[in-house]
């Protein structure tokens, strides 16, 4: 389960912190962030390996940062400069592996349930 928090109101220019925490005993491998704005797709904005690789969407570049925390299984988006054309529902996603009882790996994805950043000119 992947639980997203930190999506609010802000002016133009603000900065908001997202955090997407991840229940359960996986591992993360990738964790990445998409954003999906009214009427349009769903869109990555920002992705991170365990090992720290990132990997942003044009538009995003200089001004979110994506990190991860693997001891809490959280990863963070960091939004400075804020742009109207932020405004989203912006989503976490990752996908995990763990080991059943018979040491065979499991995987999959998961997505959190979307947390609103509504940015103001």
């Known amino acids: 389960q992947l639980q997203a928090c930190g999506g609010g109101l802000v002016q133009a220019g603000g900065s908001l912190r997202l955090s997407c925490a991840a229940s359960g005993s996986v591992n993360m491998n990738s964790m990445d962030w998409y954003r999906q704005a009214p009427g349009k797709q769903r869109d990555l904005v920002a992705a991170i390996t365990s090992g720290g690789a990132t990997n942003y969407a044009d538009s995003v570049k200089g001004r979110f940062t994506i990190s991860r925390d693997n001891a809490k299984n959280t990863v963070y988006l960091q939004m400075n400069s804020l742009k109207p054309e932020d405004r989203a529902v912006y989503y976490c996603?990752?996908?995990?592996?763990?080991?059943?009882?018979?040491?065979?790996?499991?995987?999959?994805?998961?997505w959190g349930q979307g947390t609103v950043v509504t940015v103001s000119s």
């Open positions: 996603a990752a996908d995990w592996i763990y080991y059943n009882d018979h040491s065979e790996p499991v995987v999959g994805r998961s």
